[in-house]
């Protein structure tokens, strides 16, 4: 039974705007969450993350809002960069065991 | 070398054959996590060691056997596999079994024939 969903398999943005990724999990244990990036042929990279007693996180470019209520994240990339083209994985922990989505791949057009 | 190594990169086997796949961190954790990845489906826990002990079996068949024989090396022997089992097999580390950011390895495409 999957427990965090990532609903939407693709994205695509053009430079400079917002990206914006959604998560959604059903496990309401889940006390920690996060988002990881992956690049072809190399393994995933901690992005940034987000406890449950918060509902906003920043850094930088990039922000995570959370919405317990919901059970709902989403990570905004503003501005988009050609860079940030890769997989992004929503992942959500309980008892230090981590729950992955399936993952948004964004294409950042020029 | 840094962060969290895996070999080999790719490998082709049959279902007969045994092979091993290899995990280094240099990052000096404590905990060492062998997920599966397979086309279109989420990263699925299959293992997890904390300081060289086996605190994690996620219903994992038995024909997937681990090693950890100290915190820095991590092993998945394979051994008469079914087709179903080709899929991306990633290492991961952290300082701790409840650290929260776990440091990934480039992963090992198998293919089993």
């Known amino acids: 039974d999957q427990q965090v969903k990532q609903n939407s398999p693709s994205l695509s943005v053009q430079e400079g705007r917002i990206s914006i990724l959604n998560c959604d999990y059903t496990?309401?244990?889940?006390?920690?969450f996060l988002w990881y990036k992956k690049y072809p042929a190399e393994g995933p990279t901690f992005l940034i993350s987000?406890?449950?007693?918060?509902d906003k996180n920043e850094d930088g470019r990039f922000t995570v809002f959370l919405n317990k209520s919901a059970k709902h994240l989403s990570l905004h990339i503003v501005p988009s960069q050609p860079g940030d083209s890769a997989v992004y994985f929503c992942?959500?922990?309980?008892?230090?065991?981590?729950?992955f989505g399936a993952g948004t791949t964004v294409t950042v057009r020029a | 070398e840094t962060g969290v190594t895996q070999t080999p990169r790719h490998l082709v086997m049959g279902m007969t054959n045994k092979k091993s796949l290899k995990c280094e961190q240099h990052?000096?954790?404590?905990?060492m996590y062998w997920y599966k990845q397979s086309a279109k489906k989420p990263l699925e826990l299959m293992f997890v060691y904390s300081l060289e002990e086996r605190v994690e079996n996620n219903s994992v068949p038995s024909r997937f056997s681990p090693e950890c024989p100290n915190s820095s090396h991590l092993f998945l022997h394979l051994h008469t596999l079914q087709p179903e089992d080709s899929a991306l097999y990633l290492c991961?580390?952290?300082?701790?079994?409840?650290?929260?950011?776990?440091?990934f390895g480039p992963g090992t495409r198998l293919t089993v024939t």
């Open positions: 990052l000096g954790h404590n905990a």
């Open positions: 987000i406890s449950s007693i918060k």
């Open positions: 496990n309401s244990m889940f006390d920690y």
């Open positions: 991961a580390s952290s300082q701790g079994q409840g650290d929260y950011e776990q440091y």
């Open positions: 992942a959500a922990i309980n008892d230090y065991k981590l729950s």
